[in-house]
């Protein structure tokens, strides 16, 4: 039963209706799974819905390639739990992600980058010319520009 389809074609609904189309990408204990976020930073694996918090997940989808020595592919993966976090929506709506999706929101009192994969990282402001480094994440943050002058207080 490992591997096979969750629905087949003629199977039987409970309700006695016939299934006229299968779901290739829907397999009953397949071996490999499709990552998803039970929570922003947590990682696990299901095969379409995630038990836990219920999640539905699709695997990424290739909407087109255009090759070359720099080939341009777009790319996209849905989860259910995207929908419910405080990320923003992605270019195809709420749940949708592409691995190039990634936005820095400026607040009043924090940055909060939003990763590709869904999870919001929260960061103190940042003056111009000012630089942070997370060592959860391994990597730096910086601000461009240069410090403003108060008039206060010329020179």
Known sequence: MIGKPAARQDDMTLKGGKIVQG??????GAPTGVA???CPGGITYSNPVNPLPGAKVLPGETDFA????LPFVLSRAYSSYRTRTPAPSGLFGPGWKMPADIRLQLRERELILNDSGGRS??????????TAFSRSESFWL??????????????
Not at 23 to 28: D, M, Q, Y
Not at 121 to 130: R, T, V, Y
Not at 142 to 152: H, N, Q, V
């Open 23 to 28: 779901s290739a990408g829907v397999l009953i």
């Open 36 to 38: 998803c976020s039970v």
């Open 66 to 69: 255009l090759p070359g020595p």
């Open 121 to 130: 990282i929260h960061f103190d402001p940042l003056s111009p010319g000012e």
């Open 142 to 155: 910086a601000r461009c520009g240069t410090p403003a002058l108060d008039e206060s207080n010329p020179l």
